[in-house]
């Protein structure tokens, strides 16, 4: 079937394959070499020199109905002459392209819901967003009217100085034109996350707070959401045997509750065993995308274990792959609010409570830690902070974002709590990482409220309130300065990690004096 494009959209395709199956794709994509078939049905490709998402070539096109919303400290503009420039190529590009179309939604609140089309180069790419977005049902089909298109072309590349990109490589969003440009790299994650950055632009102006955080709902209708950079463990801990998935990154929170804003799930897979993370191992079969992992060639089996080619390997599938998955994606009010960080100083509590000015003020911050040997450079552990757990897909400025939380959580009652899934004992490479087994029950203790019922003592230096006992978690991991043999040493660290939280802070002009006194009590804030 042909796909109707607009005038508006790119025509005059030599060949589309319009809302392919599954099945049909993944035929096209191993009979067009994109990539390999493993031992579990999943199709295994390689991204090439981008195995990860490249944020310094991400753009927003300089619009004179947006200029005045964008954060322009946290994005990158490009004129309106160049993108037009790009685009015009990009539509001289496809037309001699056999181009695979999906037409689908983002967003499962049909209230919110943002109809999408996306034209890929390789199959492979459409299967992925095939199975990462919502797809229509044959009657929507018939009806549906795309207000954002998304145009995927890895192999047409930029010139720099022709037209001023940062490298052959670009994500561009014209909120005018509503159209993506994604070209130069095959790294999926692009299609995934420009979708996000779309919404987190245009829910706020609907009342709808966007959010970068997994979601699980409880036997009870009880709804937790997780928030937390890569590496924190967001989708690992949502999917709960326990509990029933909403979706694991990218959720909108609305007058009536919460919804996912994708139908599948796009899991980092280095170190996944059967064991620790059983629903995403059994998700990862026929219809599943695996990016990066190396694969056995004799066996064809994946080894999960082996970061040789990037440590950022990814499994993408939908969401009907995770037993007892909530579809469509909706639930009610969350009961609990999770910011997971990794902490690699080993300095923060495993669990703290938060109050709704704390909220905001972690929320802000978006602490976690990079690791040596994870970017070029980085030779030790290095404090980072990425706005709202999200910085590289927020067009607005970022109080719009913590504004609606704080209002939210206080309308609602939701508790919030700030977990640490990253080092005790010491920093990276002396102390060892938080046995998964103990982050568990500490979210369970969260999650069915009884970590209430015992006594909390305030941190002297991040001011955040500590329970002294969790059910199944040995009390002497609860204060990381116990499980330091060198207790100056654990002071020096402390102190540091909660100096950087202050710098970092100070970047954040319109924030209340409340919430700018609910962080960490660092040498830096007291002078």
């Known amino acids: 079937m042909k796909a109707n494009l607009s005038e508006e959209e790119i025509t005059g395709h030599k060949q589309d394959y319009y809302n392919l199956s599954a099945d049909k794709l993944l035929s096209f994509a191993l009979s067009r070499g994109e990539g390999e078939l493993t031992a579990s049905g999943a199709l295994r490709v390689l991204t090439g020199k981008y195995t990860g998402r490249s944020p310094k070539d991400k753009f927003i096109v300089d619009e004179p109905s947006v200029r005045e919303h964008i954060d322009w400290g946290n994005n990158r503009p490009i004129s309106q002459e160049k993108f037009e420039q790009i685009y015009q190529r990009a539509q001289d590009y496809v037309q001699q392209q056999e181009m695979f179309v999906f037409d689908g939604y983002a967003g499962a609140d ?5 109809p999408i089309r996306v034209l890929t180069e390789y199959a492979w790419q459409n299967l992925f967003v095939r199975q990462l977005l919502i797809s229509p049902g044959e009657d929507e089909l018939r009806g549906h009217k795309p207000e954002f298109t998304i145009i995927g072309t890895p192999c047409l590349q930029a010139d720099p100085v022709l037209d001023g990109t940062n490298s052959e490589t670009y994500i561009i969003i014209s909120f005018e034109k509503k159209v993506v440009l994604i070209g130069g790299t095959e790294y999926a994650g692009e299609l995934k996350k420009s979708v996000f950055s779309v919404l987190n632009y245009l829910l706020p102006f609907q009342g709808v707070l966007p959010m970068h955080c997994s979601a699980n709902v ?10 937390g950079l890569s590496g924190t463990g967001k ?12 979706g694991d990154d990218e959720h909108g929170w609305t007058e009536r509750g919460i919804f996912n804003f994708e139908g599948g799930c796009y899991a980092k897979c280095i170190g996944l065993t059967e064991k620790k993370e059983p629903q995403i191992w059994n998700a990862i079969k026929n219809g599943s995308v695996l990016e990066n992992v190396a694969v056995d060639e004799d066996t064809g089996v994946a080894d999960y274990q082996d970061g040789t080619i990037t440590e950022n390997t990814r499994a993408a599938y939908p969401i009907e792959y995770i ?10 009010h969350p009961e609990v609010v999770i910011f997971l960080t990794a902490d690699a100083f080993g ?3 495993p669990v703290a409570k938060l109050t709704k000015d704390q909220a905001m003020y972690h929320f802000l911050s978006g602490y976690t830690s990079k690791l040596a040997g994870t970017e070029r450079g980085v030779t030790k552990p290095e404090a980072t902070f990425s706005t709202c757990f999200g910085a590289p897909f927020l067009p607005l400025r970022p109080n719009v974002y913590a504004d609606m939380l704080g209002e939210k959580i206080d309308l609602h009652g ?9 080092w005790s004992g010491g920093p990276y490479g002396v102390g060892s990482r938080i046995d998964l087994t103990y982050t568990r029950a500490i979210i369970s203790a969260v999650l069915d409220g009884s970590i209430e019922d015992g006594e909390f003592q305030s941190d002297p230096v991040f001011n955040i309130l500590v329970p002294q006992k969790v059910a199944g978690v040995p009390d002497k991991l609860l204060n990381p300065r116990d499980t330091w043999q060198d207790k100056n040493a654990f002071e020096r660290k402390a102190r540091e990690l909660a100096d950087s939280f202050t710098k970092n802070f100070q970047k954040f002009k319109d924030v209340s004096t409340p919430v700018r006194q609910a962080g960490p009590l660092s040498d830096s804030r007291q002078e």
Do not use: C
Not at 110 to 114: E, F, I, Q, S
Not at 235 to 246: G, I, K, P, Q
Not at 325 to 330: L, T
Not at 414 to 422: D, Q
């Open 347 to 349: 300095v923060l509590p």
């Open 235 to 246: 989708t690992t801990l949502s999917a709960d045997s326990n509990r029933f998935l909403v």
């Open 218 to 227: 409880g036997k009870h209708g009880d709804t937790a959401l997780f928030f």
């Open 323 to 332: 037993p007892g998955a909530v579809v469509p994606g909706v639930a009610g």
């Open 414 to 422: 939701s508790r919030v709590y700030l977990i640490n899934t990253g």
């Open 110 to 114: 049909k209230k919110y819901r943002l």
